[in-house]
């Protein structure tokens, strides 16, 4: 929603690209007992492409603009 109304705004964009590569990962981060996977570990087959694209695409977007997706 934010992301709606303030669409020119890098940390808006970069916030929300890290959240959406952040949950792209969840499933493949934690095995089925709750124990914490390490990043080199993961099945990457399990993690959410189509996520990965949209947070890719949004970080680029700022990029080809000349704007910062944030600090």
């Keep these: 929603m934010i992301r709606a109304l303030m669409p ?3 940390e808006v964009a970069g ?5 959406l590569l952040i ?3 969840r499933t493949a981060g ?3 007992s709750g124990e914490l996977i390490a990043l080199d570990e993961q099945n990457r087959s399990a ?3 189509e996520l990965i694209i949209e947070g890719h695409g949004l970080v ?5 603009e000349g ?5």
Excluded: K
């Design 67 to 71: 704007v910062a997706p944030g600090r």
């Design 15 to 19: 916030l929300l690209a890290l959240i």
């Design 8 to 10: 020119a705004d890098g």
């Design 47 to 49: 993690w959410d492409a």
């Design 30 to 32: 934690v095995s089925p």
């Design 23 to 25: 949950q792209a990962r």
């Design 60 to 64: 680029g977007e700022r990029l080809a």
